[in-house]
DNA sequence: ACGAAAGCATAGCAACGTTATGTATTGTGC
DNA sequence: GCACAATACATAACGTTGCTATGCTTTCGT
């Protein structure tokens, strides 16, 4: 009845803008679909407007996120994944630092509030594992832990990629998740080598 | 030799850009200088443009931090003091959580990088006074645990003042400081009665 | 006291996101 | 099949943005 849409302008889009993200192009509607054919007009009947077009990139990011999370296999060191997890999160977060920072940068709204979560699942799911392992004593609440952890992570990216900490002060996240998992039940210096085995990878990278 | 500059119009702007920061008003050069009597010029000869009042912005959330945990008074308890520092510092990015963004959201540059370190040199300098005390083991390096505290502090506030978690998770709080001060050596129950007692400061108000 | 330099108001400019308008295209009901 | 209608999309214009050019006014130094 009418004339369809084309998925792959959407994500030529979206892929376009996650790449001058990168080059730190300033993204605006003109220099966006600049070369690409499209016009302008293309931006406002796939997005309805630059904001729609920042909150899909912000959408893209958490998916990215989880794609990267969904990576990390599950040994059976239930304690060093959870640290593992951070790792990735961070490892993240420093390879696309302006994508990261656009992912925390505007208001939440509750469409996308999803996504977070989804982020969160995978710590939740270690904590459980780290629990029924006995590495956590029981009654441990497997969501207050992936909250703390991200809250650690969070902070720890936010400082180093988009703020006035240099990238070294990324080793601080293994005392502090040492220090948080210790608190949780786990023996401190088996605690400590699962962290930090995780954490060699992100100084691999 | 010349017409010389007036400073209350600077601090004037600055104010006026602090209370359309705090009701969401959008900052424009226009609409900063509407009603103030001064012209867009003033802007300019004051600031250099639209960025250097935002950097100064920035600046000005730095003074106001630095002045509030400047209000934490020294007891007898360093690692009360230590939470209390943190408690204080959430308190100040919940009372201006858009100011608190734009603090940390434009890349850093060297000038007030500064700034920053002076928010940093309270918590070190309590962090001394509990290693001191014996509340943390010897040899315990001050600026480490004030570095790890931060992250903990600023990750808990960007992720409740301008993300997605609820202001209850600022409870989170009493567990990953209680979690790394007794990582430094603190005895646990001890730890946690003291941090409690400081964040009460935070659910007060 | 006079002249040069700085403050600053006015007006204009390019670029921004958005909206209005017209044209082309394509799925749908007969 | 075919005409109709709805949607995609290009073009162009509009209001607002930050910024700069220009000129007047003020004021400090000599």
Redesign the interface.
């Known amino acids: 009845m009418a004339r369809t849409k084309d998925p792959a302008v959407r994500t030529l889009l979206i892929e376009r803008a996650g790449r001058m993200l990168r080059t730190r192009e300033p993204i605006t509607l003109r220099s966006l679909v600049a070369g690409t054919g499209v016009s302008t007009m293309a931006v406002y009947t796939y997005f309805g407007g630059m904001d729609g077009l920042w909150k899909a990139l912000r959408q893209e990011g958490f998916t990215r996120l989880a794609a990267r999370l969904a990576t990390v296999p599950a040994t059976a060191d239930p304690v060093h994944d959870l640290a593992a997890l951070g790792a990735a999160y961070l490892g993240n977060a420093l390879d696309n630092p302006d994508l990261y920072r656009v992912m925390?940068?505007a208001?939440?709204d509750l469409e996308d509030?999803g996504a977070?979560d989804g982020t969160l699942h995978h710590l939740v799911a270690a904590a459980e594992r780290a629990e029924s392992a006995g590495r956590f004593a029981p009654g441990t609440d497997p969501l207050?832990v992936a909250?703390?952890s991200?809250?650690?992570?969070?902070?720890?990216a936010?400082?180093v990629a988009?703020?006035?900490?240099p990238s070294p002060?990324l080793a601080?996240g293994v005392?502090?998740l040492?220090?948080?998992f210790?608190?949780k039940g786990d023996t401190?210096a088996r605690c400590r080598r699962s962290v930090e085995t995780a954490w060699n990878r992100l100084a691999r990278e």
């Open positions: 925390f940068d208001t939440f509030s977070a207050e909250v703390q991200w809250t650690i992570g969070h902070g720890l936010s400082l988009t703020g006035p900490l002060a601080h005392p502090l040492t220090a948080l210790t608190s401190p």
